[in-house]
Each structure stands twice: as C-alpha cells, then as structure tokens.
C-alpha cells in the first residue's frame, strides 16, 4: 500500500488514471448500445483499422493518434454506408477489415524505422500518456458524449425496434452512421488502455454484464460504466504495483465481472425480482388457499 501511495505522486501516474477514468466512462456508456445493436465484430473492425491508420500516419511521419483516429472513422463511415442492415453488416464489416489490414501490413512494411509507436497501440500505453494526451482524450470524449446525447432517444428506438421507428419517420440508416462515428471516437479511446488487440474488453464486456444485471436502459448505463471503471482504474493500480501489463488486469476485470453478473449476481436479481412481482403473490396466496 505504502509503495503505491508514493507512485501516486508521479505525474505519469496521475496522467494514467485521469486518462483512465474518462476512457472508462465513455466506453461504459457506449458499450450499452453496442451489445444491444450486435456490433462486436463492428468494434474489432474499427480497431483492427484504426492501427491501420496509425501506421499510415507514422509513415507519414505524422502523430498515430491522429491517425488511429482517422482510420476508425474513414472504416466507420465505410461500414455505415455499405452495410446499415444488420443482416448484411458483418459481411461488409469482413471486407473493409481484410482490406484495411492488408494496408496496414504494407505502411508497417514501407516504414524503414522503429514502429515503436505503432506496435505500442496494439497493446496499449497508458502509462505514457503525457497531460496533452489526457486534455485530447476528454476533448474527444465530450464531444464523444455530446454526440450520443443529442441522438439517445432516436437511438434507442431504432436499437429496440427499428422497423417501427423506421416507419414511423426515424432515420435509422443517418442513426447507425453516427453511432459507428460515436463508436470510432470510443475505440480509439479505448485503444490507449488495453490496445487494438484487446479492445473488446471496455467496449463489449461492461455492457454485457450489466445487460445480464437489470432490463432498465438507464440503470444498465450506470452498471456499464461502474464496471468500465473498476476494471479500467482497478488495473492500472494493479499494473503499477506489479510491474505487468495494464492489458492483463483490465481484461481479467473484466472476465470476472462478466461472470459474476451472468452466473452470480443476475440470476439471484431476477429471481428476487419475480418474487416481489405483483403477480407472484396473487399466485401465492392461491396457493396457500
């Protein structure tokens, strides 16, 4: 305890966590609505491209930041235009991702220096964000969330039922397109804790497990990004005291969440929840009659 108090004190500890903390809260948020419109292949897609377009960038000679987050949204409207039904989405999902990787194999190729950087996204850097990267991390984010504030009823009524928020005049295709941008800004978030590699674990499993925990949108959110942040912030002290990679504890979190609430915790809620509904006590005083 004592050791990590004193690693506190340190700037780039510091970065970490408020880097962290705001990773976590807009991929708790975010990863609600990717669970319920199926997207998980979606999600690789953006990152496994994203690193496509860092590595465009640092051939560039450019900042891979910027170009992770040009290559998530150049795939995400590319998957939003060609494939909005999600009947045909993961074909077209299949397609960018096997073309986008290929470039990136080739950028990675023509790079006659260390791809340090590049490499170092596949894996995640948390512990390297400098306070730039944090101030362009909550810009990113706010205006991440901003974003998914201003589409969050249409949203979720094309994510419900979207034949009938179709019919009834919602724009259900202009709807998966910003989600996906909404999405890319997440997961090039994302990216800098955990990497491209692992980047199912804050924009997947926090919302599958708070899915398995209430049916309420709303109080799913709030489990989503409770548990985003105990996996997120929980294993960057974890990391710190250790010495081993942040991936590692993240991801771990993250699993043992996930099984708590699908196998622990959710199917004790439900059964509590059946016991209180009205109509389970008219039922039992006929029984007892």
């Known amino acids: 305890m004592d050791q990590l108090v004193s690693l506190l004190a340190y700037e780039f500890v510091q970065n970490a966590i408020a880097a962290g903390f705001v990773i976590a809260i807009v991929s708790g948020i975010v990863s609600g609505f990717v669970v319920a419109r199926n997207m998980s292949f979606a999600v690789h897609a953006l990152a496994e491209l994203g690193?496509?377009?860092?590595?465009?960038?640092?051939?560039?000679?450019?900042?891979?930041?910027?170009?992770?987050?040009?290559?998530?949204?150049?795939?995400?409207v590319f998957i939003g235009a060609l494939?909005?039904?999600?009947?045909?989405?993961?074909?077209?999902?299949?397609?960018?991702?096997?073309?986008?990787?290929?470039?990136?194999?080739?950028?990675?190729?023509?790079?006659?220096?260390?791809?340090?950087?590049a490499f170092a996204i596949l894996f995640g850097t948390i512990t390297g964000v400098s306070r730039g990267d944090v101030l362009l991390l909550v810009a990113i984010g706010a205006v991440t969330l901003i974003a998914l504030a201003a589409v969050y009823r249409p949203l979720t009524f094309a994510t419900v039922d979207p034949e009938v928020a179709e019919a009834r005049g919602v724009p259900v295709g202009a709807l998966a397109v910003v989600f996906l941008l909404i999405m890319a800004a997440a997961v090039a978030e994302a990216i800098?804790?955990?990497?491209?590699?692992?980047?199912?674990?804050?924009?997947?499993?926090?919302?599958?497990?708070?899915?398995r925990l209430t049916p309420r949108p709303g109080l799913a959110t709030a489990y989503s990004v409770g548990i985003a942040l105990l996996c997120t912030i929980g294993g960057i002290l974890l990391s710190l005291v250790t010495n081993a990679p942040v991936s590692v504890f993240v991801t771990s979190l993250s699993f043992a969440c996930y099984l708590l609430a699908r196998f622990v915790i959710g199917p004790r809620r439900r059964e509590?929840?059946?016991?209180?509904?009205?109509?389970s006590r008219a039922r039992e005083k006929a029984t007892t009659a």
């Open 51 to 76: 690193f496509t377009g860092a590595a465009g960038f640092i051939l560039l000679r450019l900042s891979p930041v910027f170009g992770l987050l040009v290559g998530t949204a150049v795939t995400a």
């Open 83 to 117: 494939g909005v039904r999600a009947r045909g989405r993961d074909v077209v999902v299949g397609v960018v991702m096997a073309f986008g990787l290929g470039l990136g194999v080739l950028f990675i190729t023509l790079y006659k220096g260390y791809a340090n950087q």
């Open 192 to 211: 800098q804790v955990v990497g491209v590699l692992l980047i199912l674990t804050l924009l997947i499993t926090p919302g599958a497990a708070a899915e």
């Open 272 to 279: 509590l929840r059946l016991a209180t509904a009205p109509g």
